[in-house]
């Protein structure tokens, strides 16, 4: 169980970079630019209200335009990248760090990690080894996850060895695409700024009490929003998954882009969702997607799609 070879070593590095951990070399990367379009009206809040400000307003370069940030656009690709898991029969966990199954996929990455830059450097993976990398991993993630996956990751180890462990424990799927605490995204956002003329305008609502179903008094808050038929700029980095490819992983991405790309706007983005707003939608005939290899030294264009083509593939 001490001896590694060649070919063993290889395995289990394979193995590993197969499940996200794999950033440390860049096979390919695709890159999505295009424009999207709010088909509703758009709200995308920074919190209260300055001095001289609506009582919520929109998020604003500091040249006063209004812009969609990558994060929040990132956040709900993940979102429905979770929707087509599921619907899919696949087991996944949530986005927060308050879920205790998002915690082990992070410790799991975490894990993982260390395994693979062990054997990328050469070391001996024994008992000895193994038990100190547990060690940390238990004092950290002590109390986020339940102790019998210590004891149970041990065991698997005991047993099975180091292969065991990379087989049986790995980050989710949409971990391994998006990320989390210990494991770096496969898929970056850029901030979306309004490629036509735009403005903000305000309305003015009342509160609702919750549990009378009826106005809260005279209490009135006013909002922003940036009006529908906004031009946006679109930017989507993808790193390491080959987006033509017939993986789970290609899959849920060009299900994700399908989703955004939609007439229907099933993606929504912002605040105030439950009352319409925030339905965005990418102009799909303007949108392309370059795939860029490593060449000698170079980053070279191989090939430049249509999002159509890339969706139908």
Request: a positive charge.
């Amino acid at each position: 169980m001490n001896s590694f070879n060649d070919i063993r070593r290889k395995k289990l590095i394979d193995r590993i970079r197969s499940v996200g951990i794999d950033l440390d070399k860049l096979n390919y990367i695709y890159i999505i630019n295009g424009y999207l379009i709010n088909i509703g009206s758009l709200r995308v809040g920074k919190g209260s209200g300055e001095l001289g400000e609506s009582d919520s307003p929109v998020i604003k370069l500091p040249d006063g335009k209004p812009y969609i940030p990558g994060s929040s656009l990132k956040g709900v690709l993940r979102s429905a990248a979770e929707i087509v898991a599921r619907s899919e029969g696949l087991e996944i966990c949530e986005p927060s760090p308050s879920i205790t199954s998002f915690n082990v996929c992070s410790l799991t990455a975490e894990l993982l990690t260390r395994i693979y830059y062990a054997l990328i450097s050469g070391k001996t993976l024994n008992g000895k080894w193994f038990n100190s990398v547990m060690k940390g991993i238990e004092r950290k993630y002590h109390g986020k996850v339940g102790e019998d996956l210590f004891k149970d990751i041990r065991k698997t180890y005991e047993n099975e060895g180091i292969e065991g462990v990379v087989s049986k424990y790995a980050p989710c799927t949409v971990c391994q695409l998006f990320g989390n605490t210990s494991l770096a995204s496969h898929v970056e956002v850029m901030d979306s700024i309004p490629e036509t003329n735009t403005y903000v305008l305000s309305r003015t609502r009342v509160s609702i009490d919750r549990f009378r179903g009826a106005a809260r008094g005279p209490a009135l808050f006013t909002y922003e929003y940036v009006p529908r038929g906004i031009k946006w700029k679109f930017r989507l980095v993808i790193k390491n998954v080959d987006l033509l490819g017939n993986d789970v992983k290609s899959k849920i991405l060009r299900s994700v882009l399908s989703l955004l790309a939609s007439d229907e706007g099933f993606i929504t983005v912002g605040g105030m969702k439950s009352v319409g707003l925030g339905h965005v939608k990418l102009l799909s005939d303007e949108v392309k997607v370059t795939k860029y290899v490593i060449k000698d030294f170079r980053l070279v264009k191989e090939c430049e799609l249509k999002l159509k083509e890339v969706i139908k593939s």
